[in-house]
């Protein structure tokens, strides 16, 4: 499966932008989808995570009640809706694709799109 991100951009902290990841190559029903970031400098951190019906999701605990990860099989897309944005969310972010429809403790991250780049100003 590939993986194409978009919707990243420069916005003012408190803002808001709308991720968006669309697959191709094979049906996103078949997995479970993950979004990373990861700021200059740092390692790549989990985001959030949604399972392949979109019934169980899960998030870093810092962006949680601020991101919203959801997904249309249809439409073969995963998004990432990211509100009240701080500085701290500033980084390149990545959608990624588990082999496994379900989630479990860790994201397994089997294939990657290229990221794309959020930058918060104060």
């Known amino acids: 499966v590939q993986l194409q991100a978009s919707g990243g951009g420069l916005v003012q902290a408190g803002g808001s932008l709308r991720l968006s990841c669309v697959a191709s190559g094979h049906t996103l029903s078949s997995y479970a989808m993950g979004w990373f970031r990861q700021a200059p400098g740092k390692e790549r951190e989990f985001v959030a995570s949604?399972?392949?019906?979109?019934?169980?999701?899960r998030y870093l605990d810092s962006v949680r009640g601020r991101f919203a990860i959801s997904r249309d099989n249809a439409k073969n897309t995963v998004y990432l809706q990211m509100n009240n944005l701080k500085t701290e969310d500033t980084g390149d972010y990545y959608c990624?694709?588990?082999?496994?429809?379900?989630?479990?403790?860790?994201?397994?991250?089997?294939?990657w799109g290229q990221g794309t780049q959020v930058t918060v100003s104060s």
């Open positions: 990624s694709a588990q082999n496994h429809p379900y989630l479990s403790t860790v994201f397994t991250g089997d294939h």
């Open positions: 949604i399972s392949w019906s979109g019934t169980m999701t």
